[in-house]
């Protein structure tokens, strides 16, 4: 049967969205595509494809389905995540598919710390601070716990997409007969980085244009001499 030996060509497109599309823009992805008439494979490769520019497998059996697999591994951008829940890597079509790869870029946080109060001189300089960060990647839950000395920052929080919510909490320091602490405090000098809950816990949202230099957000302890050291002086000498 000659309508049997007829081929056609079969076209793959990329498409980029997110925030970080532009960071990707000159990207080649690499594809992986099996045909199949029937149960019989009729054509199977790798191919290249950056966004914009269609490619076609050509000579692809007439009324063979094909599968495009993306391989994602190979899919990274500098400055950006792939976010997988928004992208569609895989597609199936007997005349064109489109892949498309969601970019969020990526933003810094980094964490300061300072002491104060009538009881700061005397603290430990070098005590350490603990605190915990929680966030959310692609649907699942990330934390990190790091410690921090008072004066220094800590840089090693992992980028994350621009707009992500961290929430910071400080496990508070013990007092001890000779210094009670409060509570902490979250500031940051970026407009609305950092809102305080009041209650030892903030939550950072990763701003924009922070890849390189990241938003610093300041933790505060406030420790205090207790209030009745204050009546040692009254208390007459025997």
């Known amino acids: 049967n000659a309508y049997s030996q007829w081929k056609g060509v079969v076209k793959l497109s990329k498409s ?9 823009k000159d990207k080649e992805f690499q594809v992986g595509y099996k045909c199949v008439k029937g149960d019989k494979a009729t054509k199977e490769g790798k ?6 520019t269609p490619v076609e497998v050509k000579d692809v059996p007439v009324g063979s389905v094909c599968t495009f697999t993306e391989d994602k591994a190979q899919a990274t951008v500098e ?15 007997t005349v ?13 946080v980094a964490v300061t710390k300072a002491v104060q109060g009538t009881a700061a001189g005397s603290s430990d300089s070098k005590k350490e601070y603990t605190i ?3 966030w959310q990647n692609n649907g699942k839950t990330e934390t990190k716990e790091f410690k921090v000395k008072a004066g220094e920052t800590y840089t090693d929080l992992p980028k994350l997409p ?6 910071l909490k400080e496990k508070l320091p013990e007092g001890n007969v000779f210094s009670t ?36 957000v300041k933790v ?19």
């Open 181 to 216: 602490w409060q509570t902490p405090g979250y500031t940051s000098d970026t407009k609305d980085a950092v809102k305080d809950n009041g209650d030892g816990t903030a939550i950072v949202t990763v701003q924009a244009g922070t890849g390189a230099k990241a938003t610093l």
């Open 162 to 167: 621009v707009g992500t919510q961290i929430t």
């Open 79 to 93: 400055g950006a995540s792939l976010n997988e829940l928004d992208s569609t890597t895989v597609a199936t079509a």
């Open 16 to 24: 980029l969205t997110g925030t970080g599309k532009e960071l990707a």
């Open 47 to 52: 191919l290249t494809v950056k966004a914009g």
């Open 96 to 108: 064109a598919a489109n892949l498309v790869n969601s970019y969020h870029e990526l933003g810094a």
């Open 220 to 238: 505060t302890n406030t420790t205090n001499i207790p209030w009745y050291w204050l009546l040692v002086p009254l208390i007459p000498l025997a």
């Open 132 to 134: 915990v960060a929680e």
